[in-house]
C-alpha cells in the first residue's frame, strides 16, 4: 500500500492530486512540519531526513524529493499514463521537465522571496523572470509543460503557479498561456478531489 506522510496545505498537497490522478489506494500519514509563520515542529515520526513533506513509502520504499516521487509514481502506474515510458520520445521532456522543476524553477522562486541575487556563473539556476520566460515559451507552444498530455510534471507546476498566481513573484511573467496552463490543469477532477481530502486530521 502507498503512504503519502502529508501536512495539509504544503508542498506534498499536489501529491495528493497525483495520487488521485492514479487512482490506486493509498493512506495519508499526518505530520506536522515548520511552517514559515513560525507555526508547527518537527515530526519525530517523518522520515524525512530534514523534518520536509512530502515523501511516500511503499513496501520497503521510502521516497523524498518532489521530482523523485513526481517520477516514481509515473513510472509505477504506467496505465496512469503520467509520463512517457523509458524508450519514449518524449521520455527526454519530461525527465528535463522533472529536473528543471527541483533544480532551477523553485531555487528562483526561493531566491526572489528572500530578495537574493542569483550569481551568474556559480549557482545552478537563474533568476525567475530568466525562468519563467522559458516556462511561459514552451506552455505556449504546446499544451503541457512537458508535451502534448498531461504529466506528473504539470502536477509540480502548475501546482505551484496555481499558489500564487497573484502574487508579486510572478508581475508581467503571469501570461495568458501561464493563466491558460494552470486553469487547464487544476480543472481536472483529480485535482478537486485531492482538494477536498487536504484537510486538518480530525
Ligand atoms: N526539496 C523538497 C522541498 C520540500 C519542502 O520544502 N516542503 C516544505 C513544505 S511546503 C516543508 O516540509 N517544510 C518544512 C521544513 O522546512 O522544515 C522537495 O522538493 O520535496
Redesign the pocket.
Known sequence: MLTLVH?PR???SRFLWLLEEIGEPYDIQYVS???VDGS?A?DPANP?P?????VLKDGASTV????A?ALYLADKFPGARLGPAIGEPARGAFLTTLAYY?GVL?PAFTSKFMKIGVPRGTAGWVDSDEAMTFVNARIAAQPYIAGETFTAADVLYAGAFALFMDSPLLGEKKTKALEDYVARCVSRPARAQAAAKDQNPV
Open positions: 501536512a504544503s508542498r506534498s512540519i515548520r511552517r508547527g518537527l524525512h530534514h523534518g520536509k513533506v512530502p523524498f524529493e518532489q521530482t516521487i527541483s523553485e
